[in-house]
Structures are given as C-alpha cells and as structure tokens.
Nanobody, 126 residues
Framework: QVQLVESGGGLVQAGGSLRLSCAAS????????IGWFRQAPGKEREFVTA????????YYADSVKDRSTISRDNTKNTVYLRMNGLEPENTAVYYC???????????????????WGQGTQVTVCS
C-alpha cells in the first residue's frame, strides 16, 4: 500500500505557473505509475498527465500537453507536475494517484489507479 500527499496548489494569476508535488510513503514508490487528475466544481474528474514507474514514459491530455511537464524522482518518492500558462479554466482540485500495474506504462483511466491523495486546490484568477 502507498499513501500520497499532494502539495503546491494555490492562487495564481492567469498566465502564471505552479509546480505541484505528489509525495509518497509506504511500499516502494518505484513500483507505481503515477497519474494526475483534476476535478472542477460540478464536473467529473479528468485525466491530466501520467508517468510510468521508471519515468521514461509520460502521457498528457491534449488540453495540457504544451504547457505541462510531469517528472519523478524515485530517490525522493516524489512526482512533480509543472504547469505553465495557467488559465481560469484550469481551476480545480488536483489529485495524484498510484497504479501498481506490472509494466512501465501509465494510464489515463481513473479505474486503473489503486491509491489516491486528498488533492490540492489550484485557483487561477483572471
């Protein structure tokens, strides 16, 4: 089992940047692919980005791929999500999740993930 804690959210002006962190504790962090999802008020939770266990393979939603970078440091048990050019429609609670799939891949599907953090609020003002 793994526990996940997100941090780095906050209030930012449109056009600004944030770096979110997902810190893990528990079982070997490198056994898990990590995904980021977000949920805006009144909307369903949606995929943002994912990174494979090794960090070699990364995946992005079309809406963020030109403005976001996911990375991981397995020595620090942490995954990072850097988001640039933030817009008000990016306002949401951002969640990280862990998938113990036995392969070096990541998934865009919520159901693939076994463990979830509590989320961190990102608010972008115009």
């Amino acid at each position: 089992q793994v526990q996940l804690v997100e941090s780095g959210g906050g209030l930012v002006q449109a056009g600004g940047s944030l770096r979110l962190s997902c810190a893990a504790s528990g079982r070997a962090f490198s056994n898990y692919a990590i995904g980021w999802f977000r949920q805006a008020p009144g909307k369903e939770r949606e995929f943002v980005t994912a990174i494979s266990r090794s960090g070699i393979n990364t995946y992005y939603a079309d809406s963020v791929k030109d403005r976001s970078t996911i990375s991981r440091d397995n020595t620090k048990n942490t995954v990072y999500l850097r988001m640039n050019g933030l817009e008000p429609e990016n306002t949401a609670v951002y969640y990280c999740a862990a998938d113990d799939y036995d392969g070096d891949y990541g998934s865009a599907f919520l159901d693939a993930y076994d463990y979830w953090g509590q989320g961190t609020q990102v608010t972008v003002c115009s």
